[in-house]
């Protein structure tokens, strides 16, 4: 599943609505501007700002109620996995919180993952793999080394031979890419996690399932540490700011 295409009028509306929900200046409770008047500052039609605001209902940010208008939904009931909704997330909130949730669900996939693709692995599969490590290995920079390292773990998924978890990647991906992102420029080497994937291609090249779950599990470990140095990093140079 892909964000919604921002290059038509439609895709622009729903991705601006869309943001200011997700970051409150649209809160919860609110009461979108009349049709209107809403259209008329997008500088839209109405018809067009009446087909972005189906899709934010069906991902669940909104809701039409009889005599009140639109309204901003709670997040609980927003489509967390939607992917145009992990999008706006990621971009504009990259909180702690948010890092934390994702890390805590990389921990239960991923390391499962790995074990399920050392067992079932196909020739194919490993090159994809092995083409991705060695991607991340010639990276020049932190953003080429995200894209090699989100293509690492994809092709570790998609050597597990189970759809439904590779479907769940292709939701998760845009949060994914912000979090290896996030990762390698929090490092001071970009490149110091390479050992630890090289263990988890090693493993699903013998096919070790234990050896490979291990492995991936201590990799997204070092990945939390390396972002809770961060965060105690800003809290410190915060604290040191409101003292001066």
Request: proline share 2%; charged share 30%; net charge positive.
């Amino acid at each position: 599943m892909r964000a919604t295409d921002a290059r038509n009028l439609h895709g622009h509306v729903v991705r601006e609505l869309g943001r200011r929900i997700v970051t409150g200046e649209f809160r919860s409770g609110d009461v979108l501007p009349r049709e209107e008047v809403l259209a008329e500052s997008m500088q839209v039609s109405r018809t067009a700002l009446r087909e972005a605001l189906k899709v934010l209902s069906a991902k669940g940010l909104i809701e039409a109620r009889p005599k009140i208008g639109t309204r901003v939904r709670a997040m609980e009931y927003w489509n967390q996995l939607d992917a145009d909704v992990l999008s706006w997330r990621c971009i504009s909130m990259p909180t702690d919180d948010f890092i934390e949730k994702l890390v805590e669900m990389r921990e239960i996939i991923e390391p499962a993952a790995a074990a399920a693709a050392a067992r079932r692995r196909t020739a194919a599969q490993l090159a994809r793999i092995d083409h991705a490590y060695r991607q991340m290995e010639a990276s020049r920079d932190s953003g080429e080394w995200a894209v090699a390292d989100l293509s690492f773990h994809d092709a570790v998924l998609q050597a597990t031979g189970n759809e439904l978890m590779t479907s769940l990647f292709s939701v998760i991906e845009s949060a994914l890419g912000m979090f290896f992102v996030l990762s390698a420029e929090t490092a001071g080497d970009f490149k110091y996690s390479l050992p630890h994937h090289h263990k988890v291609l090693d493993a699903i090249r013998r096919q070790q399932p234990d050896a490979a779950q291990k492995a991936m599990k201590n990799m997204v470990a070092d990945s939390r540490e390396n972002l809770q140095k961060r965060r105690k990093s800003s809290a410190g140079k915060a604290s040191r700011t409101q003292r001066k």
